[in-house]
């Protein structure tokens, strides 16, 4: 069965530091997605892409972040200048018509 | 804001009886998703509503879309042990962006 993969599955990070999550998607999904879950609480929705752009993102998704698909198969999210309150799994997703997740990156902030 | 909010938070039961979990939106939602996650996993697409008054089943669950496309449930009959997990409802209003509800965490004593 198609798989969403994401790297790392682990990224500890200095506060201030920029991270780059990874993700490579369902090859024939159209839409991608990241989310964020903070440990033992709900998943939150920060960002859509499709065809190539961004399709929605929540008030989270602020300028701290960005998202890529800098070759076609891989689908990036960047976090710049890290903040404690960053430290949560990342989450992945593609979709046909539900959300394939990968296994996710435990972002942690110190 | 627009937001899914989800009850029970916890749901502890024996195994052998039911569980219910109940998702209410304040808007009219085009279509809402169920998703469950096992304990250090990610979510898991379970099932698709998308028609006024829907009703899904899997085996030994039930989905059920409210007429006003406002509310949904799951229901499990007869839970087993392996039904255990945090279940979530995760709503759209446009199809880009999902409000996931806050999960309801289900334990099931043998």
């Known amino acids: 069965e198609p798989e969403v993969t994401q790297t790392p599955s682990h990224q500890v990070t200095q506060m201030g530091q920029e991270v780059i999550l990874r993700c490579v998607p369902i090859s024939n999904h159209l839409y991608f997605y990241w989310y964020r879950q903070i440990l033992g609480q709900k998943v939150e929705f920060l960002v859509s892409?499709?065809?190539?752009?961004?399709?929605?993102k929540s008030e989270i998704f602020d300028d701290q972040f960005s998202v890529e698909r800098p070759d076609g198969s891989n689908f990036t999210l960047k976090i710049r200048s890290t903040k404690l309150e960053d430290s949560a799994m990342y989450f992945c997703a593609s979709s046909e018509v539900g959300h394939t997740f990968g296994s996710g990156t435990r972002l942690t902030v110190v | 804001g627009q937001q899914v909010m989800q009850i029970p938070q916890y749901q502890h039961v024996q195994e052998g009886e039911d569980f219910t979990t109940y998702c209410n939106s304040s808007?009219?939602?085009?279509?809402i998703q169920w998703y469950k996650q096992r304990p250090g996993g990610h979510p898991v697409f379970l099932i698709q509503l998308v028609k006024s008054g829907e009703v899904k089943k899997q085996k030994r669950l039930t989905f059920q879309f409210g007429e006003a496309k406002k509310n949904s449930s799951l229901h499990i009959t007869a839970t087993q042990t392996t039904d255990v997990g945090t279940y979530f409802c995760?709503?759209?209003?446009?199809?880009?962006?999902?409000?996931f509800g806050s999960g309801t965490k289900l334990n099931v004593k043998p």
């Open positions: 808007t009219t939602l085009s279509n």
């Open positions: 995760a709503g759209t209003y446009n199809f880009n962006k999902f409000y």
């Open positions: 892409f499709y065809n190539n752009e961004i399709s929605e």
